[in-house]
């Protein structure tokens, strides 16, 4: 059972934006100013500064120290507080959760499609038949190997380790149509 802290409806709706995961998942990589991340993403500052904003207020990123930047001027860069990865939107309303699990596969497909065919470095399609107490205990034991993994994360990005995205989903295939098929052992 997942017995991580339940998210906000402010940082429920901060995660429901393909574009503020990709700004999310940036500022956990290293701190970036607004003006970085609206050339980075390819859009206008004005709308980074609003997404921005909503990830601030719902405690997702934060500002650290105004730096001085090449031409001169400050800059407030901005890093990711790690607290999108110690709450739970398992249980999110379902309206806002089915927004959240959009705005993840977009993102997703956005960063892939920004990274290439040749940055896929593991793909796995799998079919398994899984009552609820099975896939209860599936799911336990995947975050499980990610909270492994993710414990010591801040060691290896300082070693210079790159930087790897992943996504999982599990679903529930659709019920087959039309005429049923058997087949002998």
Not at 71 to 78: I, Q
Request: charged share 30%; proline share 6%.
């Amino acid at each position: 059972m997942d017995d991580r802290p339940q998210p906000t409806p402010e940082q429920i709706k901060a995660v429901a934006s393909p574009l503020r995961l990709r700004i999310l998942r940036l500022c956990n990589n290293r701190e970036w100013t607004n003006k970085e991340l609206a050339v980075r993403l390819e859009r206008d500052p004005a709308t980074i500064l609003h997404h921005v904003r909503l990830l601030v207020a719902a405690g997702l990123i934060e500002p650290v120290a105004v730096r001085q930047g090449r031409s001169g001027a400050y800059e407030k860069p901005y890093r990711a507080t790690g607290l999108s990865w110690q709450l739970s939107f398992e249980k999110a309303a379902e309206d806002e959760e089915q927004e959240g699990e959009l705005a993840m596969l977009s993102a997703f497909r956005q960063e892939l499609a920004e990274a290439g065919n040749d940055a896929v470095t593991e793909l796995c399609m799998f079919n398994l038949h899984l009552d609820e107490e099975a896939l209860e205990s599936f799911s336990e034991r995947f975050r499980a190997l990610i909270e492994d993994f993710r414990k010591d994360d801040h060691a290896r990005k300082e070693r210079g380790a790159p930087s790897h995205g992943g996504i999982t989903v599990v679903y529930r295939l659709a019920e087959p149509t039309g005429p049923t098929v058997t087949t002998e052992p």
